[in-house]
């Protein structure tokens, strides 16, 4: 018999059972954390301030965007300052083409050819004392539209009640409004009015009665006025101005309009 067919020994019981070796115990690797991201540099305060502007160019040019195309250089004031001596000044227009045949003139209420109803003349005030040198002033807080009223309305009187002197400063963002009833075409042209917004200022009180101006609340929905007399020969004065709201105005603020009833008007009725 060959060692092949040869039955193999029973095993012993007390032998033990022969089991494979477990298997390498498996390593959990712990999940790597990710990478912080790299911190970027502060901004500088002079970068912020950059963007700043530009945030508030953006704000000022959305404004302009929708606001009526009018040639802005034309209108603005440059300055508030005005130093007002208490006295009397007399009443000189301006040396410049737009007064026409009055320019450089003292205004005479007697004089309805120089100065006719229903016309107006640019005036400084308060006066450096040199005509020449106010006429050249480009600060309109100092310049001021005397108006000839109409016919209708008392401009033949030949006393101060005949006219008015408002501010060239509007009330709601500072343009200067003008008076020109030459190319007016109907009764709401004989009023002083603004060409940057369409603020519109009555005749002969100063109240705005249309436009932005109008819907702002008083004081600041009536032009600044001067207080205005005349003498015995018919020179026309201006009476020390009194800028506050209850009496000439604020310029570029307002007044109580009802202050040209109550202290404006009655300067020119006692005058003469």
């Not at 193999?8 to 954390?33: D, G, Q």
């Not at 963002?173 to 603020?199: A, I, M, R």
């Not at 436009?211 to 020179?235: E, K």
Request: hydrophobic residues 35%; proline residues 12%; neutral net charge.
């Amino acid at each position: 018999m060959s060692d092949e067919t040869r039955e193999k020994p029973a095993r012993r019981e007390s032998e033990p059972i022969a089991r494979p070796s477990p298997p390498p115990p498996t390593k959990v690797l712990a999940p790597t954390p990710p990478k912080p991201a790299p911190l970027l540099p502060q901004a500088s305060s002079a970068a912020k301030g950059r963007r700043r502007f530009v945030k508030a160019l953006f704000v000022v040019g959305a404004a302009l965007s929708i606001a009526p195309f009018v040639p802005w250089g034309q209108y603005l004031s440059s300055s508030v300052s005005a130093k007002v001596e208490p006295t009397l000044q007399k009443v000189v227009a301006d040396i410049n083409a737009t007064n026409g045949q009055a320019s450089g003139k003292p205004i005479n209420t007697t004089d309805l050819e120089t100065f006719p109803p229903n016309t107006a003349w640019l005036v400084t005030y308060p006066s450096s004392g040199n005509l020449t040198l106010d006429s050249q002033n480009p600060d309109t807080f100092v310049k001021w539209r005397v108006i000839r009223l109409p016919a209708d309305v008392g401009g033949t009187n030949t006393d101060a009640t005949a006219f008015v002197a408002f501010s060239e400063v509007c009330v709601h963002l500072w343009c200067s409004p003008n008076y020109d009833p030459e190319h007016s075409t109907s009764k709401v042209d004989e009023t002083f009015q603004c060409p940057c917004h369409g603020s519109i200022y009555r005749i002969p009180d100063g109240l705005s009665i249309a436009g932005p101006a109008s819907l702002q609340p008083a004081p600041t929905n009536a032009i600044p006025m001067l207080s205005l007399s005349s003498d015995a020969s018919g020179q026309l004065y201006i009476e020390p101005a009194v800028f506050d709201v209850d009496h000439n105005g604020v310029i570029g603020y307002g007044r109580y309009y009802d202050t040209y009833y109550s202290y404006i008007k009655p300067a020119a009725a006692k005058s003469g």
